[in-house]
């Protein structure tokens, strides 16, 4: 009998639209080529069973373990959801090979989730929709994992394909593919700084968007008009959380109106918008981050900006095609510790 199932997921970058998916606004990720490919077995006990091309030594958990801030919590995570879905009805052996830098803001934790799913849907034939798969996975991080992110990653890496962006509503979780440009490469560039969204400050950047929604009343604070904001009583720090969201979900809606009209010029100098309000607002960036991010602008970047949850991680930059290489060949040498990971573009 061969019960082996395989799914894959991509790594996705996040183009514009930082900490706005827990906030009822907009972001605009794409699929990346990198990704991650999950082979699963279901076992008769309940054990799970990991080996990754990550990780040296495997990890054996029980599928009733809680977190432990261990690698292979997401993994246990997902096979727990699978079986609370009814997809898998005990442990299961996995191997994972993944080109997703991990703790990169690259999404490999969603990745990881949204494939070991696909895999358990697989096996048992289910009629799970992509997007059924996305709010579990999201499920895994925020009940499991207690990572309280947004549906962005899972969304991004559950239904994107290469070649274009998704301009994803959160609030109305409705999405449209948004073609990127084939004159420009998104180039993603690791910083060298990883980061842990486990490790508290992304959640604390959570909790000052919470206070600032208890204040305003509302789930929305990406729908808080803001001269109400800049009006309001709300203390200093979270009054520069709510003015980012604010701003960042503006700034969505003008890089895909920018994208439409083909205006790259418009749509870099919003990331670089973007870049100033994470690094001043938000406080989420970091001073080796922010001088990758000028030196890209300065050597010919149409626009650029860190990526992801922040505090670590990637940057993206937009860069004409015919000067990628000189400009990337610069970049790097004026940043040793920086690497080229990935280009996406249009056809
Ligand atoms: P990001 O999603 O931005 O890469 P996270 O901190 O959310 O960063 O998720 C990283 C975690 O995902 C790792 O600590 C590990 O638990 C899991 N992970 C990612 N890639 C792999 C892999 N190849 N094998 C096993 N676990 C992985
Ligand atoms: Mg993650």
Known sequence: MND????????????????????????????????????????????????SDGYDAPAIRDVADDAVGGWSDPCVGAIREANRLGLLDAGVTLDLVSSIPA?????????????????ARTYAGADLTDIDIAIAARRVENDYMGVPCGIMDQMTVALASPGSAMALDTKRMEYALIPLPASHDMVVLHS????????????????????AKRFFG??????????????????DVPKRRALHCVSENARVHSAIAALDAGDIGEFGA???????????????????????????????????RLTGGGFGGCIVACIAKEEREGWLGEVLSRHPDARFIDAVSGA
Do not use: W
């Open 270 to 304: 919003v990331m670089n918008e973007s870049h100033a309000s994470m690094r001043d607002l938000f406080e989420m960036s970091l001073p080796a981050i922010d001088a990758l991010v000028n030196d890209a602008v300065q050597i010919g970047a149409v626009g650029a």
């Open 4 to 51: 082996v199932v395989s799914a894959s997921a991509p790594g996705r970058v996040n183009l514009i639209g930082e900490h706005t998916d827990y906030n009822g606004g907009m972001v605009l990720p794409a699929a990346l080529n990198i990704g991650l490919e999950v082979s699963l077995i279901p076992r008769s006990d309940s054990a799970v069973a990991v080996s």
């Open 218 to 235: 509302t789930e929305d604070l990406c729908l808080i008009e803001e001269e109400t904001v800049r009006g309001s009583d709300l203390a």
């Open 103 to 119: 703790g990169s803001g690259l999404s490999s934790s969603a990745a990881l989730i949204v494939a070991i799913l696909k895999a």
């Open 192 to 211: 060298g700084i990883t980061r842990k969204l486990t490790d508290g400050r992304y959640a604390a950047r959570k909790q000052e968007c919470d206070a």
